[in-house]
């Protein structure tokens, strides 16, 4: 059984949940309400992790991360280690390419509650931070939970840009997708059919969830 492998997919998965949590509010709340000229170019820069192929994203993430570049190169002097072929390097990648599946739902949760409740805050006297976490955040707590649940579970099936960025190093960068590219190179369809029962199962769940609340909430609206 890849222990390991599933541990270090569910740490990468939390990893990216929760720092995509923090990056993607603000940028979610300013596509929901900005009014600039450049919204439809960030939503579209946003948005292009869902229609690109993984292996292109990875790609140009392995170029970019590389010593050889300024990134790379800024990253290996402060830390000492590289970006590429390492679990922070997964991280990155992953904020990357899971960025849409947070942004998305919330920009739409945003959309659906609207600036008035806000507004309404501030003429009672909130300062912006205290009427977004008394006020927005409690409204907009359902699209939290789906964007949160979704880029999870993306995160989770990632496979393309966390083999062209992190390589298959066991303990280090060994996921449970590759492991299951590994076992069927390899012919070990056994294995390959455990691991891959339990990401069937999780995707099963996580799908249940976003859609029993999602059910919950409508009927509470009506």
Do not use: C
Request: charged letters at 10%.
């Amino acid at each position: 059984m890849e222990l390991t492998a599933i541990w270090l997919t569910l740490k990468l998965a939390s990893i990216t949940t929760l720092i995509l949590l923090l990056l993607a509010t603000p940028l979610a709340w300013w596509l929901a309400h900005s009014n600039s000229k450049l919204r439809p170019a960030i939503e579209a820069i946003t948005a292009m992790p869902l229609v690109m192929p993984p292996t292109v994203i990875g790609f140009y993430l392995l170029l970019l991360f590389s010593p050889e570049n300024p990134i790379g190169q800024f990253w290996l002097q402060t830390t000492g280690n590289t970006l590429t072929f390492s679990f922070s390097g997964l991280v990155v990648a992953s904020l990357i390419y899971s960025l849409p599946f947070m942004v998305q739902p919330l920009m739409n949760t945003f959309v659906q509650v609207g600036k008035g409740p806000i507004e309404v805050a501030y003429t009672l006297g909130a300062k912006p931070w205290d009427a977004f976490l008394n006020v927005i955040l409690p409204l907009s707590l359902r699209g939290y939970i789906t964007a949160s649940v979704l880029t999870f579970a993306h995160t989770v099936g990632e496979f393309g840009v966390v083999l062209m960025v992190g390589g298959n190093i066991p303990g280090e960068t060994r996921l449970v997708s590759i492991a299951i590219y590994e076992e069927v190179e390899t012919l070990n369809y056994a294995q390959a059919h455990l691991l891959s029962g339990i990401l069937i199962a999780f995707s099963f769940l996580v799908l249940l969830l976003v859609y029993s609340l999602n059910r919950r909430a409508a009927m509470r609206v009506l």
